[in-house]
């Protein structure tokens, strides 16, 4: 069977038109996405992403230990607290002072009047003690 000459521009015309509407759906797919990659972000991006957020803060909820007099420390974790204190005061500060208010070994050392090499063991065997008391609540 022979396709006449009128089927075979039918064809071609048909054939041409589906091209050009793929054609245009491609460009203005091209066009909206790179429309929205101007305004829009990943929310992983934003560096100051926390700060946008706020904490309700409870006095039930926390407990503030001063720190060798510098300042006080807010806790939250109820494991957290129980652990700490179970420790000497001398082993809390350090650990404080080294975690909490990010000071270095030689820092601490200073101002407890105490070598460094004590302040890193007190600080170990505080870790050691509060995971010990961390994994006794766990199995409990």
Do not use: C
Not at 15 to 41: C, G
Not at 69 to 91: C, F, H, M, P, Q
């Amino acid at each position: 069977m022979k396709i006449s000459d009128f089927e075979a521009i039918i064809e071609k015309q048909f054939d041409t038109m589906v091209k050009k509407v793929i054609s245009d759906t491609a460009k203005n797919y091209r066009k909206q996405k790179a429309r929205r990659e101007k305004h829009e972000f990943l929310l992983s991006d934003v560096a100051e992403l926390e700060s946008l957020g706020t904490r309700d803060e409870y006095g039930w909820d926390s407990i503030e230990i001063e720190v060798v007099g510098l300042e006080k420390v807010k806790l939250y974790n109820e494991d957290l607290i129980d652990a700490l204190t179970k420790l000497s005061k001398r082993k809390r500060n350090i650990v404080l002072m080294f975690y909490f208010l990010e000071m270095s070994d030689s820092e601490i050392s200073k101002i407890l009047n105490i070598s460094r090499r004590t302040s890193l063991g007190n600080r170990k065997d505080a870790l050691k003690a509060m995971k010990q008391t961390l994994s006794y609540k766990e199995e409990s």
